[in-house]
Structure formats: C-alpha cells, structure tokens
C-alpha cells in the first residue's frame, strides 16, 4: 500500500513556529552523526548481535554460533557496532569478549521494537 503526504492547500509560513524550531534544531554535525548512528541500526545480524548481547557477554567464537554465521561475518559487524560506540571489549586469556557498551543500547532497541510492535 502507497501512501501519499499530503499538502497545505495554500503555502503560508508562521514565523513564530519556525523561529522556535530553528531555535531547538540541533546543528548539523550533531544530525549527521545521529543519521549514521540509525544506518546501524539498519542491518538485521547487527540487530541480532545485539539481541544476544542484551543476554550475555561473548567471544566472536560463541557469537558465531548463536546466530549460524561464521566468525568472519560476525568480526565484521562488530567492527561497525564498535566504531559506533554501541559495543565494547575486553581481552580474557586467548579470547576477546564483547559486550554491550551502555544501557542506551538497550533502551534504544527496546523503544523500536515496541514501535514495531504498535
């Protein structure tokens, strides 16, 4: 189904609205940086990497197989989840163990999913 916006029937500006929300708009850097921080987001395994994070901390090795992939697509995805700051890790023995970066990337899929879910 194709949705289509619609219009103002006659296009009219309210200066006071506009002088507010330019007021509020936060600068441009800080958007783009919120832009790629939701192009993350857009990537089905990372969402899983995530989910299984949320129930424990993990080496790429148990990653792997939680989600059937191999260890290789599971590195790569961690690479972009760590440059984004939504994952950390740390070093145990031979293994690197990942984990979730701050309760932020919880509360943020929690609130997605129950938009989805509405």
């Known amino acids: 189904m194709e949705f289509e916006a619609e219009v103002c029937s006659e296009c009219e500006t309210h ?17 783009y ?22 129930e424990s901390e993990m080496c790429v090795c148990d990653l792997a197989a939680a989600l059937g992939m191999t260890q ?9 989840l760590k440059q984004s ?3 950390g890790n740390r070093r145990e023995g031979k293994s690197i163990i990942y984990f979730l970066a701050d309760d932020h990337v919880r509360v943020m899929i929690d609130q997605g999913m129950e938009h989805v879910a509405e």
């Open 15 to 31: 200066a006071e609205v506009l002088q507010k929300v330019q007021a509020e708009l936060p600068p441009e850097e800080s958007l």
């Open 33 to 54: 940086d919120l832009a790629d921080l939701f192009k993350v987001f857009g990537d089905t395994t990372r969402i899983k990497i995530l989910y299984v994070l949320f």
């Open 72 to 80: 290789s697509a599971i590195s790569h995805q961690l690479r972009v």
């Open 85 to 87: 700051k939504l994952v």
